[in-house]
């Protein structure tokens, strides 16, 4: 038997609101990177993470006293002009684990690096640990002093062999994201990968 193909960001987009999608525009700028999907304790139900130039925004659905479904809406201010971005890209010529273990069914694989502690839980270490050590850096390295980490969001789609991958990480002074594409020969181990990631990462306003 097949099984039913899971709904990607596109669709869960598409269930936002109108209203709900010209408000996160109107607070963080046009889209630069952007997700959606079903909502861990309501799963017909979407949220959506978007990054623009003016801000980080992440819905999560609600139904209000008159009983009706609505969207809230937090929103990281950015200082102006502080978002920027690198590109980190890992050829399969220089070996590191990547998400097959992640999405693996079973079988022994090499151990990722293991991300710092941060606060976070076990499978967001897991999926930053296999990131190459790049992307590691600039995605954790500003939560490694002071700064705790508020909150944090990841989003994965597509299969061992094509996968595409997003991700923040915001503290009250500074936002860090990563999105980007992970490409695997069928049956090839994990070192056979190649990466290509944009990280981005703005100070928060305060």
């Known amino acids: 038997m097949a099984w039913k193909k899971r709904p990607d960001r596109f669709y869960w987009w598409a269930e936002l609101s109108n209203g709900v999608k010209a408000h996160v525009e109107r607070q963080v700028g046009p889209a630069v990177e952007w997700w959606a999907d079903w909502d861990d304790r309501d799963r ?23 009983g009706q479904r609505t969207q809230s809406v937090h ?19 220089r070996p ?9 069914r079973g079988g022994a694989q090499p151990q990722p690096t293991v991300a710092p502690e941060l606060g976070l839980t076990e499978k967001m270490r897991g999926v930053l640990g296999n990131l190459p050590l790049e992307a590691q850096q600039r995605l954790q390295t500003p939560f490694l002093g002071s700064q705790q980490i508020k909150h944090y969001k990841m989003y994965y789609f ?44 703005a100070d928060v306003a305060r």
């Open 44 to 66: 017909d139900r979407p949220y959506a993470v978007v990054l623009g130039p003016k801000g980080l925004a992440v819905t999560t659905p609600r139904v209000n006293p008159h």
């Open 75 to 93: 929103v990281d201010a950015f200082v102006p002009s502080s978002l920027k971005h690198a590109v980190v890209q890992q050829q399969p010529t």
């Open 96 to 104: 590191r684990s990547g998400l097959r273990s992640i999405m693996s």
């Open 158 to 201: 597509g299969t061992d062999e094509d996968l595409d991958l997003w991700l923040y990480l915001a503290g009250d002074r500074t936002v860090t994201f990563v999105s980007g594409h992970r490409t695997l020969p069928a049956g090839a181990g994990p070192e056979h990968a190649a990466w290509r990631l944009v990280c981005y990462q």
